[in-house]
């Protein structure tokens, strides 16, 4: 039944509507054709893989396919103000943060989409549903599909349909019907668009016919009453449709008409019960893909809430796939959506699918077995919860997320294209269906969360377009074509990225194309005539907006970010012409752009993009870069660019004006193939200062250089600065610079002149470097007739100019020599040279007139002979020049090849540069193989005569040598040595204890060597006697002794008459040493009265140095006493603290005169340490009774004790109070712990059960049964052997030493409980795990009981306790806190000992000894 709708006629035929494009897709498979294989590599597959192969595939195999954009769309023909969107992606808009940056430069890399999308409002439908809604009470819309034609639902139940011109056709429906079935809930038009079926709110289903409007079906009982349908919708095959409902089951419905009676069969596909699926989607191929093999399958994927699957609905219903989500929010919509997608030239459906923020895709492809075969492919990974998918494209997906953010996004590079706000759409939610709130809200809790963000009814995509529908109006998306994103981008001004959009459709790496056609050349042609408009726009809109006034680095600025993007776009499209004769004569209307411009070009000059300039253009670069002084940069641009487009004479004028050389030497090569005369200005400016004898300037230097490096260049068949010279010219080019260089004078010579004037001047400005040209040169003379006559004339001229020449330093005259020699060393040497000459420069090297530049000449010399080859000098005559010349290197070389090496030692010792290296040489030459055992041995004696010699020069380094290669000989040596100083400096090298590669060697009479070298310590060195004493053990005690006795070195002596085992002896000589230093101490106390200030600080000084010698000795002797008492009886003991003491206490009875009190602190304390040792040794009434005993004491008054005495008293105080704390804290922690042993064991458990939660039989399974029961802390009860094959015991390997943990409590909290179960109840655990036996007890268990130490660790509060006991200890008085501690122990009160301790009334140290457990 169909009723008309009165509507408003300016609203239907409104005189903007136009028609809406319902073309289906055209999917040109010919131009997929022209896809190259190996870039969409996707492998064959030969068996379909499982379903849990699929599952299981790794995410990231598959590699991304690519296809060209092949679907043409338009929308130019729609009612609408396009709505231009500004796209979040691509709004780079021209901020004036661009002027932060110098330069311009475009990035090919970067990328700009532009707007991708087309938002347009549908006028007419959205002023239509407006007023259906305000004039016939339509109610909202609801929903909205797109064929051939537009259907809206309303909430009243109703169904309007527009055509492609938004003209209302139909209303279909009642507002009776929507009182009885409430609102449109579902649509579907089948793909004739011959049929519309509705799904509504409560239930029921009807089907119309679009051609007239007419009811023909009417479905109640298709699904179960009181559920909402969700989605209904229409498969390929018109007789069949598929429906959801908010129970969660989807329905296949049949459509029959047998003898003109319309019906309907329903079958159950899934049934809610196993898990409610919400969203259904059947594949429909677009017109062209009607025959494709997969349509005869009916494929339908659903997505429950849970998972996808695909079944198959024909030929018989199978399920193909089965997919479970990952992890997702509860509250994520799933979303489906199908895509014919053109892979590997076959087109195949791939199906998207997402829950959450992640779209898979699955590629699904018919097998020839006829199985069906689902591939993995590349997830789509976005940072929001997505709750529409539809594909525009088969290569770009539009999605919405939960933000009403819409996200354009190009499927094979991942990228997001564009992303729009949907605000303004108020898109319809479908909540009210998924929750069923028409039927009474009959769900589950899990669906009603899913349909809160639910909009499946409110988006539909068709042919390359999506509608929208919002709660009063309907939009559409299309994609733009490339042209209209460029357009877009321009009307913004936003040049830079519309070019760098249109290269990107140039380069064919653009997304989302639309509208470019034919093959790759016809569109760069089609792209390339776009950007040239582009630019030439571009420069216009650059001049006008150029700022006016203001400063010149602002319009500078403005230039630099623009000039380079026009030079650079014009390079890539290789449109010189358009840049130099259209875009430059724009620019040059603007001074400072036409400076910017000129300047811009010297990058692509420098890098070779820009090869040739027209005239004008080089004039002007040329005028501009003079103007500015960027001179360097002009010869940079010069040499690179192409001569022919130079004025040659302006260029060759500047550049030599400016010493532009590189350039006017490329100039004159490349320009007129002029090789000479660069050469002949070159040497214009060297020649005149050297021939002077002036010292060149640094700017000479660089031309000098330049000219070796050209002439080397020209020679070696290289272009200067760079490239090479054209092989015809090479032979002709090195043949004219030979000749340049071998001419007798040059062009304007004048008469005194001399010959070979540029030879001449080379070798005075680097002989070196000269002399390096011509021999590399002369390298690649091998069969060129010509080129070794020029040669021999070369070194005729060299030897002329060079030779009997004071001019020349003896360092050149060699050097030219050497250069010579190397020449004719060579195998096929031509060259003559008389040899004569070479016994000149031997004269001419040795005995000069003066004696400078010695080294020079030997280093020179050296040089010479090393070439060796033809030059044969006569040796006798040469050692003795050599040797009258002081040429020690040169008598070297000769004795070397002589073999004389004894010979050799003399030079080095002589030659003083060398000295030091002779030890190095004697040790090698006698270390290594290949000499004789008589050359080793003549070297050996040369050594033994010039001991004192090396000895003096270098004491270690000669004793290393007798160590090697010496050893025999030492007594020699030391013999020889007359020096003591010198001796004692050799020895303790050569004895040196803690040298490792000595350690092996054993020296003749080591002894008497190490006695000789105390002997010496003793003289020279006494402050390193005890540490050699301590570290050496080569030394006879006895001799030793006597040896420090002689010289009175007491500690020393003490030390020895110690490791003797007289301690005794050990003691009187320290003693004697303390008595001395004391006397010396109260001696300067007498005598230090009058004088003046200055000698009085003196004197203080004096005494301080006197009573710090006398504290180091006490301490020596001190330490003596500590190390021997422990070995002595008591009256062993008593022989040695006692004089000691006594000879402390006397000292102090001596003192007089002004420091008399400083001094007798000291004293006192130091008498003190000693009564503090001794009293760990010696008892202290003994103590007592001897200081009362001695004659100063024991006359005198107590007064005089009383410090020593009380102080003895404190320390015995101290440490009694210690001792009884200490005992009463371990008492207590001791009483602590057993009385919590106590309590624990004591303390009954009460098993939760009577049956073992193990095995869950009771606890006693047969009355005879004498079996152990174990009962734990927390209630769970468990027979032995249960818990045994567990395997819950841990701590002990013994069976009987088991120590056991609940097998349910460790278990639920993962994995079996070992030590680390329960670490917060410390040790306790073990005591509140007791063990029972049932009532018939086994006697023979008993003796088996062990006892168990538990382990004991400080916990946190005890180790807390400790540091802060340790921090009070530190504190002004030790024993007031252990006395209060005792005492708050004794009085319970905790509380006032560290009242800052958290827990302190607790202040348990725990340090007891462990209870012994038994188990």
């Known amino acids: 039944m169909s009723s008309s709708v009165h509507v408003d006629p300016e609203m239907s035929e409104s005189p903007d509507a136009r028609s809406l494009r319902s073309a289906s897709s055209q999917l040109n498979l010919a131009e997929v054709d022209t896809i190259d294989d190996k870039e969409f590599d996707i492998p064959q597959v030969d068996t379909p893989p499982t379903l849990e192969s699929i599952l299981n595939e790794v995410e990231d195999e598959e590699e991304p396919f690519v296809l060209e954009d092949t679907c043409v769309l338009s929308t130019d023909n729609m009612d609408a103000h396009s709505c231009d969107t500004s796209s979040l992606a691509s709004s780079d808009s021209g901020d004036p943060a661009h002027l932060k940056r110098k330069r311009r430069t475009v990035d090919l890399n970067a990328t700009v989409h532009g707007s991708v999308l087309r938002h347009s409002l549908l006028k007419g439908i959205s002023a239509q549903i407006v007023s259906a809604a305000d004039k016939v009470d ?19 139940g109703l169904a309007l349909v527009f055509d492609t011109n938004q003209a209302l056709r139909l209303c279909l429906g009642t507002k009776t019907t929507g009182a009885e079935f409430g609102a449109v809930s579902a649509l579907s038009i089948n793909h004739d668009c011959s049929r519309l079926l509705c799904g509504f709110a409560k239930g029921q289903i009807t089907m119309w016919d679009l051609a007239n409007g007419k009811l023909l079906r009417t479905i109640t009982e298709a699904h179960p009453p009181g559920t909402a349908i969700l989605h209904v919708k229409f498969t390929d095959d018109p007789t069949l449709a598929v429906c959801n409902d908010s129970g969660g089951s989807v329905f296949e419905l049949a459509f029959r008409r047998v003898m003109g009676m319309r019906s309907c069969d329903s079958r159950c596909l899934f049934s809610g019960s196993k898990g409610e699926v919400c969203c259904i989607e059947p594949l429909r191929a677009p017109p062209d893909f009607r025959d494709h093999l997969i349509t005869h399958y009916s494929l339908l994927a659903m997505a429950s809430l849970t998972k996808i699957l695909v079944i198959g609905l024909k030929p018989s219903l199978k399920v193909w796939m089965t997919f479970p989500y990952s992890k997702s929010d509860p509250s994520s919509v799933p979303q489906l959506a199908w895509q014919f997608v053109p892979v590997q030239k076959t087109v195949n459906p791939i199906l998207a699918f997402c829950k959450g923020d992640t779209v898979h895709f699955l590629l699904v492809k018919k097998e020839e077995t006829g199985t069906i075969h689902v591939i993995k492919q590349r997830q789509l990974h976005l940072s929001c919860d997505i709750i529409s998918l539809s594909w525009i494209n088969s290569r770009t997906l539009v999605l919405v997320d939960s933000h009403e953010k819409l996200h354009v996004v190009d499927r094979p590079s991942q990228e997001v294209l564009e992303t729009l706000d949907l605000e303004q759409v108020q898109l319809v939610y479908n909540s009210r269906h998924f929750k069923s709130l028409a039927t009474g809200g009959n769900v589950s809790q899990a669906l009603a969360l899913v349909g809160e963000k639910a909009c499946y009814q409110s988006v539909s995509s068709y042919a390359g377009q999506i509608v929208y529908l919002g709660t009063k109006s309907a939009h559409i998306m299309t994609l733009r074509n490339w042209r209209e994103r460029i357009d877009c981008l321009l009307k913004q001004e936003h040049f830079v990225e519309a070019l760098s959009l249109a290269w990107s459709f140039h380069e064919g790496t653009a997304k989302a194309v639309v509208g470019l056609f034919g093959d790759p050349l016809k569109r760069k042609g089609v792209v390339g005539d776009k950007m040239v408009e582009i630019l030439c726009q571009f420069a216009e809109q650059v001049l006008k907006k150029c700022p006016e006034q203001g400063k010149i680095q602002v319009m500078e600025q403005h230039f630099h970010d623009v000039v380079p993007v026009l030079v650079d776009y014009c390079l890539l499209l290789q449109r010189a012409d358009l840049l130099f004769n259209q ?23 420098v890098v070779d993009r820009l090869g040739h300039l027209t005239t004008p253009i080089m004039r002007d670069l040329l005028a501009h870069y003079h103007a500015n002084a960027m001179m360097d940069s002009l010869e940079r641009c010069i040499v690179h660019l192409d001569v022919t487009s130079l004025d040659i004479q302006q260029v060759v004028q500047v550049c030599w004006e400016n010493q532009l050389y590189d350039a006017m030497i490329y100039v004159f090569n490349s320009g007129m193939n002029d090789y000479v005369t660069p050469m002949e200005k070159l040497f214009a400016m060297i020649g005149p200062p050297l021939r002077e ?10 031309m000098g250089n330049k000219l070796l490096v050209y002439i080397s260049c020209c020679l070696a068949g290289r272009a200067y600065p760079l490239g090479d010279i054209p092989e015809g010219l090479v032979v002709q080019v090195k043949n004219q610079v030979f000749e340049f260089l071998i001419r007798l004078h040059s062009a304007d010579s004048s008469e005194e002149e001399e010959v070979f004037p540029f030879i001449r001047t080379l070798l005075h400005f680097d002989t070196r470097e000269f002399l390096n040209v011509l021999a590399m040169t002369f390298e690649d003379f091998k069969n060129d007739k010509q080129a070794l006559e020029y040669q021999q004339r070369i070194v005729d001229i060299l030897l002329q100019v060079m030779v009997d020449n004071p001019d020349f330093t003896p360092s050149q005259v060699g050097g030219l020599f050497t250069f010579l020699a190397r020449q004719l060393a060579k195998p096929d040497n031509t060259l003559f ?21 010695h080294t020079e000449r030997q280093q020179v010399l050296l040089e010479l002979l090393q070439v ?50 002779i030890f190095s040489y004697i040790h090698n030459l006698l270390s290594m193989p290949g000499y004789s055992p008589e050359e080793k041995q003549a070297v050996k004696d040369k050594v033994l005569q010039h001991t004192q010699e090396l000895v003096t020069l270098d004491p270690c380094k000669s004793a290393d040598i007798v160590v090697f290669h010496f050893t025999e000989e030492v007594q020699q040596i030391i013999s020889e040595l007359e020096d003591d100083q010198l001796l004692f400096k050799f020895l303790s090298c050569l004895l040196e204890p803690w040298e490792g590669h000595h350690s092996g060697t054993v020296l003749p009479l080591e002894r008497d060597l190490h006695e000789l070298l105390l002997d010496l310590l003793c003289r020279f060195a006494p402050q390193q006697l005890l540490s050699f004493l301590q570290t050496s053990q080569h030394y006879r005690l006895e001799e030793a002794i006597q040896i420090t006795e002689k010289y009175h070195h007491n500690e020393a002596t003490a030390y020895l008459l110690e490791k003797k085992g007289d301690v005794h002896g050990a003691f009187s000589v320290l003693l004697e040493t303390l008595k001395g230093k004391l006397c010396l101490l109260t001696t300067e106390s007498d005598t230090g009265v009058e004088g003046g200030d200055g000698r009085q600080d003196e004197e203080e000084r004096h005494s301080e140095s006197t009573l710090t010698r006398v504290t180091d000795s006490l301490n020596d002797i001190i330490a003596l006493c500590h190390r021997s008492s422990h070995n002595l009886y008591q009256q062993e003991r008593e022989v040695l603290w006692f004089p000691l003491l006594e000879t402390m206490m006397a000292s102090q009875k001596l003192l007089k005169g002004l420091n008399a009190k400083h001094t007798s602190e000291v004293l006192k304390e130091l008498t003190m340490k000693v009564l503090n040792c001794m009293s760990s040794f010696i008892s202290l009434p003994s103590i007592i009774k001897q200081i009362l005993q001695d004659p100063v004491y024991g006359k005198g008054k107590l007064a005089e004790i009383q410090g020593l005495i009380l102080g003895m008293l404190d320390t015995f105080n101290y440490e009694q109070t210690l001792l009884e704390t200490t005992t009463s804290l371990l008492n207590h922690d001791l009483h602590w712990s057993l009385a919590h042993l106590r309590a624990a064991v004591t303390k009954g458990l009460h098993p939760r059960q009577d049956y073992c939660n193990i095995c869950l039989q009771q606890y006693r399974r047969r009355q005879d049964s004498a079996e152990e029961i174990i009962v734990f802390s927390c209630g769970h009860l468990y027979h032995f052997g249960c818990l045994q094959q567990k395997d819950c015991g841990w701590g002990f390997a013994s069976e009987l030493q088991q120590r056991w943990s609940c097998y349910k409590c460790s278990s639920g909290q993962g994995g079996r409980g070992g030590p680390s179960t329960e670490p917060k109840r410390g040790r306790s655990t073990s005591l509140a795990q007791t063990r029972v036996t049932s009532v018939h007890h086994d006697p023979g268990a008993e003796a088996h009981r062990k006892k168990v130490f538990v382990e004991a660790t400080l916990d946190l509060q005890q180790e807390q306790s400790w540091d802060h006991l340790r921090r009070l200890y530190r504190g002004p008085s030790r024993l007031s806190i252990l006395s209060e501690l005792s005492h708050c122990h004794s009085d319970e009160k905790t509380g006032l000992l560290i009242p800052a301790q958290p827990g302190a009334e607790n202040f348990l140290l725990k340090l007891s000894p462990p209870p012994l457990l038994e188990e």
């Open 693 to 702: 004898g002036r010292s060149l300037t640094d700017e000479e230097v660089v």
């Open 868 to 917: 060796g080859g033809v030059v044969q000098f006569n040796e006798g005559r040469l050692l003795a020049l050599a040797e009258k010349a002081k040429f020690y290197q040169i008598c070297e070389f000769l004795y070397e090849k002589k073999h004389l090496y004894d010979r050799i030692i003399d030079c080095y010792l002589r030659d003083p540069l060398r000295k030091g290296e």
């Open 833 to 853: 040279v008389n040899r004569k000459l070479f016994d000149q420069v031997l004269e001419f090297l040795c005995c000069p007139d003066d004696d400078s530049r």
């Open 138 to 156: 339509a109610g909202l819309p609801t929903a909205i599909t797109v064929s051939g034609v537009i259907a809206v639902g309303t909430s009243h």
């Open 583 to 605: 875009l430059y004569a724009q620019l040059v209307e603007n001074t400072v752009a036409k400076g910017v411009f000129l300047e811009s070009l010297e990058a692509y000059i």
